[in-house]
């Protein structure tokens, strides 16, 4: 299964992330190809856009709603007040891999 979402993130093995959402069951294993640097002890490599053959390895651990997001709108004078919350959906994906 591939993101289909960019998201940018210094991640190495055994590193826990919250993400966008990704469809799936809890357990299930994760790849991302879409590289866009790796690094260790031989080196660094930058891709351009994308490292090829880079993958990343993952198993989704849960999905769950993050924090609420409070949205307010008001207009000055006039006695305009509105409120409105926004809890976002997140998986929370384990590294477990990082294949260069």
């Keep these: ?56 390895a993952a198993t989704l651990l849960e999905t769950r709603k993050g924090d609420k997001v409070m949205v307010m709108k008001k207009t000055r004078r006039s006695t305009y007040r509105r409120r409105n919350g926004h809890r976002q959906w997140g998986s929370v994906v384990h590294i477990t891999a990082v294949n260069a």
Excluded: N, Q, R
């Excluded at 979402?5 to 809890?26: C, P, Q, R, T």
């Design 1 to 56: 299964m591939a993101g289909a979402f960019v998201y940018s993130a210094k991640v190495a093995a055994g590193d826990k992330l919250v993400i966008e959402k990704l469809e799936g069951e809890a357990g299930s294993a994760v790849t991302f190809s879409d590289v866009l640097m790796v690094g260790g002890e031989a080196g660094v490599t930058v891709g351009a856009p994308l490292v090829a053959g880079a993958t990343v």
